[in-house]
């Protein structure tokens, strides 16, 4: 009997991607991998739907981050940072880390950035592109496109939207367009390891055409594996050699699309919007507030404060001795509120499961818990759709 892993990623997976990630490891130049890597870079393309290309490299989300940066902004220009919250956040060092000059709007911790700020600050100056947090894992915020993506093109900059704790749960496709036929998202980034329900490992970066065309105008990038460049001849024809591909991780990530495929993407994207309403919907009955306003909440993660009194590492190691993990919360809220993932291949009879846990685990500690009308709340509203 595996865990169940309700943290905001790694999440849970599935046996047919185990399966996979176990098959025998072929050269990376046998055709019968170079098939696999480039069927799993084809879906890849329908996901994001980029009019550009994707580049799936060994890694995790903050080396997406920076292949993103990189190849957009050079050292000396401007970079605007949208944050929502401590992954938001991380493009600030990580863009100085290049030379890249930084500015920054930053939400109050469950709030949404004003969008009157975000055009000020853009008018003040010439930046190149401006960073967005899809769903900030810290907060379980989710980041307003249909508002953002014009306000930000408006300017000229580019739009580079961090997907990591979103991609395959939410709808980022970039050749949707917010108003205006220019108003899309250029680039994507996203790691394996969440709503694509496949371990760690993978670092997955989708540049639009104009995003490609930024990275033509730098003469020369500060880095070696994470040019783009030199990604483009493989992601083009995958039976060409640059670095070693992580052979087992791409057949399980072929495997992982191959589930979001045969889901389909707008049932995958509703499900994980009920999903979501439902779990925070549950969670309510034990007293237990999300953070996020439900308008601007995540369909992907909550983070939820615990009702007066209840310790959160008893609560949680408690929860983990039963087989059940969930995160604490970061920074300011460390102590004081939990996260729990809800997306991937994690199943409606999980939530129901942990629902029951969770309300054991409060009366077990001395506190109400009506487990019943929590298991039938998440039931209802998941069902209302
Ligand atoms: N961005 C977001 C929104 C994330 O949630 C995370 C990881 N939790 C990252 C970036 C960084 O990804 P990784 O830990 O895979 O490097």
Redesign the pocket.
Known sequence: NKEMLLI??PTPVVDEIYDALSSETYAHTDPRFVKIFKNSLEQTKKLFNTDGEVFVIAG??????EIAIINTVAPGEKLLVISHGY??D?FIPLAKAFGIQVETIQAEWGEHVRKEVIEDKLASGDFKAVTV?????STGIMANLEELVPVVKKSGALFIL?G???AAAIDEDMQKTYGDPSYTIDVVLT?S??AIGVP?GL?IVAFGSKALAAREAIPSVPGYYTDIKNWLPIMQDPGKYYATPPVNMIYAFNKGMEIVMAEGLSERYQRHAALGKAVRAGLKVYGMKPLAPEAIAAPTLSCVLYPEGVNDAKFRSRLAEKGMVIAGALASLSGKAFRIGHMGNATESMFKKALELIGETLKEMGHEANVEEAVAEFTKVYHTR
């Open positions: 905001p990623g995790s989300g903050t080396l997406a981050m992954f938001g991380r947090t899809h769903v900030d894992t961090d990591v704790c979103a790691g390891q969440k760690p670092a």
